[in-house]
T-cell receptor, first 112, second 114 residues
Framework: DVKVTQSSRYLVKRTGEKVFLECVQD?????MFWYRQDPGLGLRLIYF???????EKGDIPEGYSVSREKKERFSLILESASTNQTSMYLC???????????FGSGTRLTVV | KNQVEQSPQSLIILEGKNCTLQ??????????LRWYKQDTGRGPVSLTI?????NTKSNGRYTATLDADTKQSSLHITASQLSDSASYIC?????????????FGRGTSLIVHP
C-alpha cells in the first residue's frame, strides 16, 4: 500500500524554537507539497517541490522554509516558531501528470 | 482568480438518509475535479476524480457528477452511515504549462447522527 508518512501526529513547541516537520513517500513521486489547514480557511499551500533540491513558494511561505535532499523526503522548517503557526500541517505527493495527490495523516502543531 | 466554492458549509443528517454536497468553480483552463474525504485529525483521502469528458463517477455509495458547462459538481451520498461523518473537500486543477495548479474548496462538514 502506497504511503505518505509524516513523522509526528502531534507536536507541541515553544515560541522561538526551530521546528522540523518530516515527510517521506514511498511511491517514487516527483512532486511533493506542504499545506497548512485551519478551520474555515481550508488547505493553503506553503511550499512545493517538483524535483530533488528544487523548491517553489506557495501562497503562504512567510516564516517557513523547506528542504528536499532526496526524492522521497520533503522537510518543512519553521525557523522560529510563533503562535500563529499553530495549525494542522499536511504533506502530499503526486506524479508529474496530476493523477491525484496522496496525503499524509497530518501533524497537528501547537506553538505555546 | 481561480476559486472553488462549496455548499453547504456544514450538514447534519440522520443515518440511512441520502445527501448531496455542491461544488462550484471558476478554474481555467480546467484539468480535473476531485472529491476528497477527510476524517477528523487525518489527511484527505481521494474519493473520485473526473476529467472534462466525464459527467458522472461512482465509488461505492458515493456518486460524483460534473457539469463542465455550468462549472458545477455534486457529491451524492446514498444510505449514509455513521462513518460518513467527515469533511468533504472539492479540488479543481488548472493546467498551467507543464504544471497542474490545484485550487481547494473549504470543505463541507458532514455529521451523520444515529
Amino acid at each position: 500500500d502506497v504511503k505518505v508518512t509524516q513523522s509526528s501526529r502531534y507536536l507541541v513547541k515553544r515560541t522561538g524554537e526551530k521546528v522540523f516537520l518530516e515527510c517521506v513517500q514511498d511511491m517514487d513521486h516527483e512532486n511533493m507539497f506542504w499545506y497548512r489547514q485551519d478551520p474555515g480557511l481550508g488547505l493553503r499551500l506553503i511550499y512545493f517541490s517538483y524535483d530533488v533540491k528544487m523548491k517553489e513558494k506557495g501562497d503562504i511561505p512567510e516564516g517557513y522554509s523547506v528542504s528536499r535532499e532526496k526524492k522521497e523526503r520533503f522537510s518543512l522548517i519553521l525557523e522560529s516558531a510563533s503562535t500563529n503557526q499553530t495549525s494542522m500541517y499536511l504533506c502530499a505527493s503526486s506524479l508529474p501528470m496530476d493523477y491525484g495527490y496522496t496525503f499524509g495523516s497530518g501533524t497537528r502543531l501547537t506553538v505555546v | 482568480k481561480n476559486q472553488v466554492e462549496q455548499s453547504p458549509q456544514s450538514l447534519i443528517i440522520l443515518e440511512g438518509k441520502n445527501c448531496t454536497l455542491q461544488c462550484n468553480y471558476t478554474v481555467s483552463p480546467f484539468s480535473n475535479l476531485r472529491w476528497y474525504k477527510q476524517d477528523t485529525g487525518r489527511g484527505p483521502v481521494s474519493l473520485t476524480i473526473m476529467t472534462f469528458s466525464e459527467n458522472t463517477k461512482s465509488n461505492g455509495r458515493y456518486t460524483a457528477t460534473l457539469d463542465a458547462d455550468t462549472k458545477q459538481s455534486s457529491l451524492h451520498i446514498t444510505a449514509s452511515q455513521l462513518s460518513d461523518s467527515a469533511s468533504y473537500i472539492c479540488v479543481v486543477s488548472a493546467r498551467s504549462g507543464g504544471s497542474y495548479i490545484p485550487t481547494f474548496g473549504r470543505g463541507t462538514s458532514l455529521i451523520v447522527h444515529p
